[in-house]
């Protein structure tokens, strides 16, 4: 027990906090270069919505708006939307506006398959209903391909309202972190969902019961033996979610697909991998592993509480979880809670959610259907 315990807090302790800290004196993210082409790709917008009447409008009059010097199109898709999405799509007669109204729900990586088999586009640029492109983002996605970059994440700003206690935009800035040293590193996992870009051939058709599409779309382009690289002059915005609340059914979902995608991925845990493995482990396996971890942790430290240290330390694990407990309580009453309590809060509650996603993945709830996240524009 005694070892059980030090090995999951280490695992935990490690994932979270040492592998930053490597990363930060080991990486120096540097500014990529840009290289104007000399006749400029074709590019089609993939956008995928399902219930999105609230902003479906606005994200493609957003996309028409690119000052793209090539050509482009915007493939807009509903996915069997029970409100006025598939009309909103479907009233645009702009020649760059392909929509698709499909009356069945299938899930979302159904309709990204269906898109990309009608794109005949060199550059596929994939975005979500609710993000607002800066007017140079496409450009600047194409220019930073080189011979060997299959792929290329854009930076995805979350923007908080004042009052909002959802910490998901702190939590990504600690992301974006990761993200920007594992670019310079060669070893960059996934893409921002909300803006990234990659070539057409290298596209992969993924199994329609898949739900991280943004990150196994693209491990299919590291796959093929393809560079991907971030760029966070390629900006994209959206809002963060009301409050932690409405975050849980998603981040389930999520829980979900990252086990789903685990499996799908067993290539890059190999050792033969190199930092691409290393970088797998440290920022993502361990972290879709962190409830199990959290759960030995506290099990174990419960059998060597005889030993004073160990006493102490059960009774902070206590004492943390508490404090997480009557701040997330606090948090859905909408009262004020302070920095340390709403961290605290988070960091559990985002990884009671992650535990639920993969008692769900044991019990077979692996299908690829969504449901959209509340937003603070919504009408009430």
Known sequence: MLMLFWIALFL?????????????FLVT???????????????????????EESCIKERIENALTQNYQGNFQILVASDGSQDNTGKIIESFKCEK?????????????????DLVAKSNADILVFTDANTDFNTNAVTILVESFKENIGAVSGELILETEDGNQNLD??????????????????????????????KRDLYLPLS????????????????????????????????????????????????????KAFFANLWALSPTKGLLSWCYWSHKVLRWFAPHLMLITFISNAF???????LNLFIAQIVFYAIAWQGQKR???????NGVVAIISFFVSMNVALGQGFIRFCKGHKNGGWKRT??????K
């Not at 935990?12 to 930060?24: A, D, E, G, N």
């Not at 506006?97 to 398959?113: C, D, H, P, T």
């Not at 560079?227 to 609340?245: F, H, Q, R, W």
């Open 208 to 259: 329609t019961d898949t739900i991280v599409d943004d990150f196994c779309i693209v491990m299919n382009v590291k796959k093929q033996g393809y560079d991907v690289i971030y760029n966070d002059t390629a900006i994209a915005k959206e809002e963060v979610a009301p409050s932690l609340g409405d975050e849980v059914g998603r981040r389930i979902r999520i829980g979900i697909g990252n086990y």
């Open 169 to 198: 935009g702190l939590y990504w800035r600690y992301e974006q972190f990761l993200k920007k040293c594992e670019s310079e590193l060669g070893s960059l996992l996934g893409a921002n969902g909300a803006i990234y870009a990659l």
């Open 331 to 337: 948090i859905n009453n909408n009262q004020k809670v």
């Open 304 to 310: 060597l509480v005889s030993h004073i240290i160990y």
């Open 29 to 51: 993210p540097k500014e990529i270069e840009l290289t104007t082409p000399e006749q400029w790709p074709s590019v089609d917008i993939i956008i995928a919505a399902y219930n």
């Open 12 to 24: 935990l302790v490690y994932s979270y906090l040492i592998y930053p800290i490597i990363l930060h």
């Open 374 to 379: 509340a937003r603070t524009g919504d009408t």
């Open 97 to 113: 506006v392909q929509a698709y109204n499909f009356e069945v729900n299938r899930g979302k990586i159904s309709v990204l398959n």
